[in-house]
Antibody, heavy 119, light 111 residues
């Protein structure tokens, strides 16, 4: 059974940093691209960043480019998102999502971790 | 401002059929990129509902169906049930943005 468990969310000051993690199990982690998708309170889904199975290719939404860095440790089946220079508009639930084989959609999602920006 | 446009809400009585539209452009739905649909029940994570326009993952009832024409797609729910009350999102890939794009989301209410 595929499981994705996010952690690391919390309350942070604007301008601060936070690192999210996603522990994956139930599939061959290194074989699949992974992504982060976020959802601001009461709003829709927004793709944040993606990384290839081997970790060599990453790409991000313009809204986070230069501030957020996605990475993965295939030896530990863990996906990470380093978030720097956080802004109020980064407040959201952050979901870890597994990409489907050879297709550009997400077949499994974690339960999400809440990041709140507040002074 | 979402790249894909959906109606904010649709509603129907139990047993009725409702449809949700998803309007895109030539750089996403209108190209070789497929459209996919997710269901988000209140307080939970999104769940894959339809992939590659019209395919259902194992366990998804055949009451849910999808279609695509040009730069638009639709999700239909037939025989509407109380448990279908949720938010629904379409998703594709955009070649101009080089990233995944989601619809604005549609809240389905069962009257």
């Amino acid at each position: 059974e595929v499981q994705l468990v996010e952690s690391g969310g919390g309350l942070v000051l604007p301008g601060g940093s936070l690192r999210l993690s996603c522990a994956a199990s139930g599939f061959t982690f290194s074989s699949f691209p992974m992504s982060w998708v976020r959802q601001a309170p009461g709003k829709g889904l927004e793709w944040v960043s993606s990384i290839s199975g081997g970790g060599g290719t990453t790409y991000s939404a313009d809204s986070v480019k230069g501030r957020f860095t996605i990475s993965r440790d295939n030896s530990k089946n863990t996906l990470s998102l380093q978030m720097n220079s956080l802004r109020a508009e980064d407040t959201a639930v952050y979901y870890c999502a597994k990409r489907a084989p050879s297709e550009k959609y997400f077949d499994y999602w974690g339960q999400g971790t809440l990041v709140t920006l507040s002074s | 401002q979402s790249v894909l446009t959906q109606p904010p809400s649709v509603s129907g009585a139990p047993g009725q059929r409702v449809t949700i539209s998803c309007s895109g452009s030539s750089s996403n739905i209108g190209t070789a990129y497929d459209v996919h649909w997710y269901q988000q029940l209140p307080g939970t994570a999104p769940k894959l509902l339809i992939y590659a326009t019209s395919n259902r993952p194992s366990g998804v009832p055949d009451r849910f169906s999808g279609s695509k024409s040009g730069t638009s797609a639709s999700l239909a729910i037939t025989g509407l049930q109380a448990e279908d009350e949720a938010d629904y999102y379409c998703q594709s890939y955009d070649s101009s943005l080089s990233g995944y794009v989601f619809g604005s989301g549609t809240k389905v209410t069962v009257l």
